[in-house]
């Protein structure tokens, strides 16, 4: 005799199977989100940060700062070192990315000697050679003079090289067409001064500058706000105006910019990060987001307050038209000191 099945249990048996089936789906479908983010691109090994400067620099602390943060905040799962690439004014650095094309474990902290190069002929690298990924922070400049010295203000400095563009001598660092010339050449060519004429003194650091300021050797030099406010509470210098769009906060709100002073000038010496050329998009997301959490941390803005950098954060979209509208204020200034066309 053939059994006939209980129709009513097949029903609920392929009621169950559905059931089970369509719940698979629903907590499969659930977890997909957290699969995908899981499966975008991560550094899988060691990160070289790479820079253009010796150990104990400015630089070099900035770099060794955002590798903790990197890796203390787990915003990294792989470890990360610094290497220091000094020489070339710059170029060794830039060799050394170019010779890890596509590979985003290695990532550069640059200056913007890479671009000066790249204007006076010395080198065919440029900041679009490569793959931009942010603008981290900046600098601002100052010029300074002794603590005893007849100028007071930017007028006074103006009617003295407006009279004689030699008449006063600047320190301003240790390369023509570095940073100190550039802001050198911007305050004077405000004031209607042809940067070309004046008479500027290079040194081989700021020690040896801020001792011939001292010796009543050279007038005025050119520096980063950092070095020059240690400086200044030292009672080792005056600060004559800051080449900033409006006054900062803490010690800045005391300086003068040069628009107060009834001069356009607004120059910041800027740090910028970059990629190897070749990387994908989510390799250059990656580090986008990466190092806007380790510039938004507590680590990094305490070390802003305590070095008086600017901090602020320009992403992969928007970088690369900043980084070329600075380009075309370098290559102005470099124009106007008469070291390029």
Same mark, same amino acid.
């Given at each position: +005799? ?8 097949? &029903?609920?048996? #392929?009621? /169950? ?17 957290? &699969? ?35 890796? =203390? ?7 990360? !070192?610094?290497?220091? #690439?000094?020489?070339? @004014? ?21 200056? +913007?000697?890479?671009?000066?190069? &790249?204007?006076? @002929? ?10 931009? *990924? %942010? +603008?981290?922070?900046?600098?601002? +400049? ?24 030699? %008449? ?14 550039? $802001? ?25 500058? /801020? ?24 009672? #080792? ?12 906060? @803490?010690?800045?709100? $005391? *300086? ?24 994908? =998009?989510?390799?250059? =997301? ?7 959490? %380790? ?12 070095? &008086?950098? !600017? ?13 070329? %509208? ?16």
């Amino acid at each position: +005799m053939i059994a006939i099945p209980d129709l009513s249990v097949v &029903h609920a048996r #392929k009621a /169950l199977v559905w059931l089970a089936s369509t719940a698979a789906l629903v907590l499969a479908g659930a977890v997909t989100p957290s &699969h995908a983010q899981q499966g975008a691109w991560r550094p899988d090994r060691p990160v070289e940060i790479v820079i253009p400067s010796a150990a104990g620099s400015s630089l070099d602390a900035a770099a060794r700062l955002i590798q903790r943060i990197l890796t =203390e905040n787990r915003l990294i799962e792989v470890s990360a !070192i610094v290497v220091n #690439k000094p020489g070339g @004014g710059g170029n060794l650095a830039s060799t050394y990315l170019d010779q890890h094309a596509g590979d985003p474990h290695y990532i550069l902290l640059s200056a +913007m000697s890479l671009m000066n190069n &790249h204007i006076l @002929g010395r080198s065919p690298q440029n900041y679009d050679t490569y793959t931009p *990924i %942010a +603008m981290l922070y900046s600098e601002n +400049m100052t010029m300074v003079v002794g603590p005893d010295s007849s100028l007071k203000t930017g007028r006074d400095i103006m009617e003295k090289l407006k009279g004689d563009p030699q %008449a006063l001598s600047i320190a301003i660092g240790f390369a023509r067409g570095g940073t100190g010339h550039l $802001n050198t050449a911007l305050v004077a060519k405000a004031m209607g001064v042809d940067a070309k004429r004046l008479k500027t003194v290079q040194f081989q650091g700021n020690a040896q500058a /801020l001792t011939a300021l001292m010796g009543g050797h050279v007038d005025m030099s050119s520096m980063s706000f950092a070095q020059a406010w240690t400086q200044s509470q030292a009672g #080792k210098l005056r600060i004559l105006g800051v080449a900033a769009n409006k006054r900062g906060d @803490g010690p800045l709100a $005391n *300086i003068p910019t040069w628009k107060e002073q009834g001069f356009d000038v607004e120059f910041q010496n800027t740090r910028f990060m970059l990629g190897p050329k070749g990387i994908a =998009e989510a390799q250059t =997301e990656f580090w986008d987001n990466a190092l806007k959490q %380790a510039m938004e941390s507590k680590q990094w803005k305490a070390m802003a307050e305590k070095t &008086h950098y !600017i901090p602020y954060y320009v992403g992969r979209k928007e970088t690369p038209k900043r980084l070329g %509208a600075l380009y075309s204020q370098l290559k102005e200034a470099l124009t106007d000191v008469g070291m390029a066309k």
